[in-house]
């Protein structure tokens, strides 16, 4: 049996120098202390970084007065629970309706999928489209794929359709184009967010030149960032220097990954079976241009489509009585942390979440209850 | 589902690549990756596709990035030699975990 390889990704530990990071830690301590003022609120929009940042325990390592938040940047969190109720209904029709795993405990506003699970609908998780394609070569009946996600996930399902599907495959869409929503949220009135981190590896396909049209418009600056702990801080140290200087542009502080065009070959497949739409995502409201829709070419392969999807028959669902309380939506805007929600850790857990923000793995509520949001180290030194 | 991961490339056939992640092989699709993949290369796997070949001469750049980034030469500013003094003084692993 082959030695596995130990070595390979392990080239990602240069990007988790202590001895850098220390030194990014302290230039960032300076140049916020040199602006001198509180808060500097930054705002990320990726799962991802809100992981790398709560697992590394980042936020004990940056001055008080910078706030990191995390905004609308959980795909599962922002599809909206109508969509939720067609991929449940779709289900319960007979379909095999497959999709990313944490979807299944996304409430719509009916049952979520792991319900109608429950009730004996034929849901299937899969890791990757093609596993639904395959799916739908083994068996008989239509199989669904609930196709959420941003950019990265969308190239994916883009890449399955170009290659080829059998005929009782079909897609009901789901997928966001996150560059819209953050117009969105630095928009919201009475917004703090002076920066922001752009998501790394969306803009690998995207590339950075996507975010110049919005820091013309906003006057905000954008940092493409990485998701080790160094690329983190670098991208915050440079996020803080521009918004002292008061020169916004984009920066991309992740050339690894990230180019000013992006993975043009992806983009042609991302843009041939897609098209923009306007679209609701979860807490945020309308997003103009924040949706992805099957091409008219590919029309065939849409769910909406093929089926007549009747979610109204949906059995009605009462609320938790505390579900009004819920920060879900304020969270996502960048308004609110989950600290701010009475629920949290109490009333919503992981167990039993309230909330989206509570279900996913990339959601800003799991991710703090299961890491901590910001760690003092003063509490343990 | 929107976790990126890099790995190597330890075989190719056809579109598939065999990659390894940490000591963990799977297979991912090379349909939309923006160069042509190599054994030995690293790639950023995301739900199944590789979306980046990340060149190794990149992976220096990106470094050499965050020395320009400490030493505020695109900014032209303020932390330069408080921050080079304190690597000089850490960057032996002395107290860089701090």
């Known amino acids: 049996m082959a030695t596995p390889d130990r070595e390979g990704p392990f080239r990602e530990a240069a990007f988790r120098d202590p001895a850098r990071a220390s030194a990014m830690s302290g230039a960032i301590a300076k140049a916020v202390s040199a602006l001198g003022r509180s808060p500097v609120t930054v705002m990320h929009v990726c799962g991802s970084h809100e992981q790398a940042i709560a697992k590394y325990g980042l936020r004990a390592v940056l001055p008080r007065e910078l706030h990191v938040i995390m905004g609308p940047g959980c795909p599962v969190c922002v599809t909206d629970a109508p969509e939720v109720d067609e991929g449940v209904a779709l289900a319960l029709q007979g379909a095999h309706v497959a999709t990313y795993g944490d979807m299944l405990r996304v409430p719509g506003s009916s049952l979520s999928l792991a319900d109608a699970q429950a009730e004996g609908a034929r849901v299937h998780l899969v890791y990757s489209v093609d596993q639904a394609v395959g799916l739908a070569r083994r068996i008989r009946g239509e199989v669904v794929f609930f196709a959420t996600g941003f950019e990265t996930t969308a190239v994916a399902t883009a890449a399955a359709v170009s290659r080829g599907v059998p005929s009782?495959?079909?897609?009901?869409?789901?997928?966001?184009?996150?560059?819209?929503?953050?117009?969105?949220?630095?928009?919201?009135?009475?917004?703090?967010?002076?920066?922001?981190?752009?998501?790394?590896?969306?803009?690998?396909?995207?590339?950075?030149?996507?975010?110049?049209?919005f820091v013309a418009r906003h006057r905000l600056p954008v940092v493409v960032a990485g998701f080790e702990p160094l690329d983190i801080l670098a991208a915050l140290l440079r996020a803080v220097e521009r918004i002292r200087a008061g020169s916004p542009r984009v920066d991309n502080v992740y050339p690894r990954c990230v180019t000013k065009d992006g993975n043009r070959r992806a983009q042609e497949a991302m843009w041939r079976v897609f098209e923009r739409a306007d679209g609701r995502w979860r807490g945020i409201g309308e997003v103009p241009g924040g949706s992805l829709r099957l091409r008219e070419a590919f029309g065939g392969l849409d769910a909406r489509r093929r089926f007549a999807i009747d979610a109204t028959g949906l059995p009605a669902r009462t609320p938790r009585p505390d579900a009004a309380q819920c920060l879900c939506g304020a969270i996502m805007s960048g308004i609110a942390s989950p600290g701010d929600c009475p629920l949290y850790a109490d009333a919503c857990t992981p167990e039993h979440p309230v909330g989206a923000c509570m279900v996913s793995s990339e959601g800003t509520c799991r991710i703090w209850h299961e890491y901590g949001g910001h760690p003092d180290l003063g509490d343990i030194t | 589902m929107c976790l990126g991961v890099p790995g190597r490339v330890v075989a190719i056939e056809g579109h598939t690549a065999t990659v390894d992640f940490w000591g963990v092989r799977r297979q991912v699709l090379l349909d939309i990756v923006d160069e042509p993949v190599s054994v030995g290369d690293y790639v950023l796997n995301h739900v199944g596709y590789a979306i980046r070949r990340i060149p190794d001469d990149e992976i220096a750049e990106t470094l050499a990035l965050f020395e320009a980034v400490l030493a505020g030469q695109e900014s032209g500013d303020l932390l330069a030699d408080g921050v080079r003094s304190e690597i000089a003084g850490t960057g032996a692993g002395g107290d860089g975990d701090a």
């Open chain 1, 168 to 213: 009782n495959f079909s897609i009901l869409c789901a997928h966001k184009y996150i560059p819209p929503a953050m117009d969105v949220v630095a928009g919201i009135p009475g917004s703090k967010v002076e920066g922001f981190l752009a998501a790394g590896h969306a803009a690998t396909i995207t590339g950075w030149s996507v975010f110049e049209p």
